[in-house]
């Protein structure tokens, strides 16, 4: 009875007028508090790679939490780890993809930075406050969302075509499915807590 | 004739033999000072403020001078925010209003429990026999329970309380005991919002001794040679007057605890003060001061490098990630004046089979010491080192009213001087969750200004405590007198704190 993920999904193909659209909908997680924290993102497409963006991105250390808790970037991408508290923080994470990094610590206002160069899961931790936790998804395409409490998304922009969708949450068994864009298309995914 | 006076008093004055000390930590109340109720408020980890707890890292210690506050403290920072008892503008229509206070949303209590099995041998003469005491795999459960309560109320208010539970065995019955160790309200920053001074009033550990925190210390055998010398005391007597500093005993050495007023600050970020006034010996017969004279004290301290002892510098200091190191250095004086004016110690001598009564008064005693705090890379190495003087005046029993101080003897009378320091090195062995602490101790007990050393008292301390989780934890220690190796103590502990 106990299965791993149980799913249900729809698909709803609007009118192929657009050779683009969004990708919208929810995943509902059984299980958890909340629906949030999920990255649904389009795995690797075949023949194509996706430049970083120029700037890089900012996880910031407050109140004594990261923020984001959940943060999807391209692979490639420069993410800064700024401290906002009145106190020093630390970064570092044990996963192998991100080279198992220790940034040190520092005060109040600074930042030091890391590219997470290939497609990876890291965890992120601080070894002075050991609750602090975060995750940086770096991922091969730039379609990805993240679910807010209500366990909706938006991927903006993904052109027509299939894909292999997935979905990705700390807690969560890793989810996917083809999925063919055509205009806005809508999916909903239920996961529950393994 | 020089007389032998002194000896290491212990927790229960009830019928101390002669450097007993070693046997006596565990009977000793085994401070608690670690406040989960912090952890729930401000939802982190023990770590965030202990090494290894009840033991502070430098941030925990500024926690705790700025009166239970993260430095430079934020409304977001604290996840469970107080209720506030008056809106915030109240302030404004002071003295036309109550100034707003707050209390927690829940009683802030915290509940810290320890269990130990002891093994220990303990050698005793009695009638010039030589005993040896052994106690094998006693599993005293529980050694310890606690209940914590401490907190904020609203700006500028602090508290801090702790109500023990303790048992004992005396005579074949297990005795069970509830008793206030410490409660206390503290006025942190009351001028200008200034950490140059602050107050706390109550029954509290007071602000005296800079290097070593005995309500937070890694090992189970508490700082005997600071806390335990009693110069009065010479073993086996019972003791008319009190019990020394604390009501529940205590030798008159260092003040582990005391009923007062703890005036303390911090200046220029780096140096701390401290000045104070207790009740000294007590309790009387029927006040909790023994006499109407007052103790008093002085500290000043310097920390160079590190965090601030004040945070201070907290937003612009990069310590290490590994919050229990960093490069600094703390070095204090303190001094302590005692008054046991009109305070009779009765102690009893075995003179040859003839027991011999005498009383002992202590009328002015001054305790002068240095200490400092050390911390490199994984090691936190600490010490200190006390000199004590005593105007020992010394009385015959009373002929007329056997009981009441007697004749003066001026030949035995006079100043008497204890040294006693200790060093202790802890270390992070390798892995956050374990920690390691080895200890040597000294004292020189009372001698006779005609220089005759009495006897000298050392004990050595190794302990291992491991962090099972962030708040549960087991412990191993030795203790032994290097003296007489055949008193020693051996604990395996287990603790756990919520
Ligand atoms: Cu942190």
Redesign the interface.
């Known amino acids: 009875m106990r299965k791993s993920a149980t799913f249900t999904l729809i698909l709803v193909l609007a009118v192929p007028v657009a050779l683009a659209g969004n990708i919208q909908g929810k995943v509902i997680s059984s299980g958890l508090r909340h629906n949030a924290d999920a990255v649904v993102y389009v795995d690797e497409i075949p023949g194509k790679t996706f430049p970083p963006p120029a700037e890089a991105v900012v996880m910031d250390q407050?109140?004594?939490s990261f923020v984001p808790h959940v943060l999807p970037v391209i692979a490639g991408t420069k993410v800064e780890f700024l401290n906002s508290?009145?106190?020093?923080h630390?970064v570092?994470t044990p996963d192998k993809c991100a080279g198992k990094f220790?940034l040190?610590?520092?005060?109040?206002?600074?930042k030091r930075d890391f590219t997470f160069e290939k497609t990876c899961v890291a965890v992120l931790l601080?070894?002075?406050?050991?609750?602090m936790e975060a995750f940086v998804v770096a991922l091969p395409t730039p379609y990805f969302a993240v679910t807010d409490r209500d366990g909706g998304f938006t991927i903006a922009d993904v052109p027509d075509g299939d894909y292999t969708i997935r979905v990705w949450h700390p807690k969560l068994p890793e989810w996917s499915q083809s999925l063919s864009v055509s205009g806005p298309t809508s999916l909903e995914v239920t996961l529950k807590a393994k | 004739m020089s007389r032998t006076i002194g000896s290491l008093s212990r927790c229960s004055m009830a019928g101390a033999a002669l450097f007993s000390l070693a046997a006596l930590a565990i009977l000793c109340a085994t401070p608690a000072n670690a406040i989960p109720a912090f952890a729930r408020k401000?939802?982190?980890?023990c770590?965030?403020c202990h090494v290894a707890y009840p033991k502070l890292n430098t941030?925990g210690q500024a926690f705790r001078l700025l009166g239970y506050r993260?430095?430079?403290?934020?409304e977001?920072?604290v996840?469970r925010p107080d209720v506030a008892l008056g809106a915030a503008s109240y302030k404004r229509v002071w003295p036309d209003a109550v100034w707003p206070g707050a209390i927690p949303q829940n009683l802030p209590l915290s509940l810290v429990a320890n269990f130990q099995v002891q093994n220990s041998s303990q050698i005793e003469i009695e009638d010039g026999e030589v005993h040896r005491d052994t106690v094998n795999n006693d599993m005293i459960f529980p050694s310890e329970v606690a209940l914590v309560v401490a907190g904020t109320a609203g700006e500028h208010v602090s508290y801090f309380g702790e109500i023990g539970f303790e048992q004992s065995v005396e005579a074949g019955m297990i005795e069970q005991e509830v008793g206030v160790e410490h409660i206390d309200i503290r006025f942190i920053r009351p001028i200008r919002n200034s950490m140059a001074f602050n107050v706390k009033i109550g029954s509290f550990q007071p602000e005296l001794v800079s290097g070593f925190d005995h309500a937070r210390r890694l090992t189970v055998a508490n700082y005997d040679s600071m806390f335990g010398v009693s110069p009065i005391q010479s073993g086996g007597t019972e003791i008319v007057g009190g019990g020394g500093h604390h009501g529940g005993g205590g030798g008159i050495s260092l003040p582990a605890v005391g009923r007062g007023i703890d005036l303390y600050g911090v200046v220029s970020h780096r140096f701390t003060w401290a000045a104070g006034i207790l009740n000294g010996i007590g309790p009387g017969d029927a006040t909790f001061d023994a006499n109407s004279g007052k103790d008093t004290y002085v500290k000043g301290a310097y920390k160079w490098g590190g965090l601030a002892p004040d945070?201070s510098n907290?937003?612009?200091?990069?310590?290490?990630?590994?919050?229990w190191r960093e490069k600094s250095v703390q070095v204090g004086v303190f001094y302590y004046r005692g008054d046991g004016k009109d305070i009779f110690f009765r102690e009893e001598h075995d003179e040859l089979g003839v027991i011999e009564v005498i009383f002992v008064e202590d009328p002015d005693y001054t305790r002068t010491g240095l200490d400092f705090n050390w911390y490199f890379k994984d090691l936190n190495i600490f010490g200190a080192y006390v000199s004590g003087d005593d105007d020992l005046r010394i009385y015959a029993d009373s002929v007329t009213e056997p009981g009441e101080p007697g004749v003066f003897d001026p030949d035995e009378s006079g100043t008497y001087t204890y040294k006693s320091w200790f060093v202790e090195a802890d270390m992070v062995l390798g892995m956050p969750w374990l920690h390691g602490a080895v200890r040597y101790e000294t004292v020189d007990l009372p001698r006779a200004e005609d220089g005759l050393k009495v006897q000298a008292y050392e004990r050595a301390t190794l302990s291992m405590t491991a962090l099972v989780r962030?708040n549960v934890k087991g412990v191993m220690e030795y203790t032994e007198d290097l003296n007489e190796s055949r008193n020693y103590q051996f604990w395996l502990g287990a603790g756990i704190a919520f």
């Open positions: 407050v109140d004594m508290d009145s106190f020093m630390n570092f220790n040190g610590s520092w005060p109040q206002g600074q601080c070894n002075v406050h050991p609750e | 401000y939802e982190t980890s770590q965030t941030f993260m430095p430079g403290e934020t977001g920072q996840k945070g907290a937003a612009v200091y990069a310590g290490s990630p590994k919050n962030a």
